[in-house]
């Protein structure tokens, strides 16, 4: 099966002491097992990068390790999706019409990026925001991992 994975469910994977780890860590698993295909937005690199490394007191991780737990279970395992410059804008077209506003811009990106995927299934902690900008095709894509 093909799966993307939004940043927090990498997040969530890499964090053994994060409330959804246990939901998120097969996920990774099965792809790193090669039973799935993974896909992740070329952005959720970076964004999962500036989460693990201003994660509050003792859960903060360094900034090497940090690219480690990247590099061996993204980097060596997920296609990386980028979006086009056309459709980086067209993106940002359709979420101003829309009305997106704040950070929630950024997870009309990473649906962009699941959408050119073509993956069968849309892992995220964040269904409420993901369900709100996605079309029917998209929506029944839409899963948290359990």
Known sequence: MKVFCDTNVLVAAFRQNHPQ???????????????D???VAAHSLAEAYAV???LPGSERVAPTVSWQLI??????????????????AQTLEK?????VEGGTTYDALILA???????DRI????????????????????TAPS
């Open 52 to 54: 693990l490394t201003r």
């Open 123 to 142: 892992y995220t902690f964040n269904l409420r925001h993901f369900q709100a900008l996605a079309g029917s095709d998209l929506r029944e894509k839409l």
């Open 71 to 88: 590099s061996k279970n993204v980097i060596d395992g997920f296609t990386l999706v980028q979006l086009t410059p056309k459709e980086y």
């Open 95 to 99: 979420a101003a019409s829309d009305g």
């Open 113 to 119: 990026a699941a959408a050119k995927s073509g993956a």
């Open 37 to 39: 295909t993974g896909f």
């Open 21 to 35: 780890h246990n939901a998120a860590r097969p996920v990774l698993e099965r792809i790193k097992a090669g039973k």
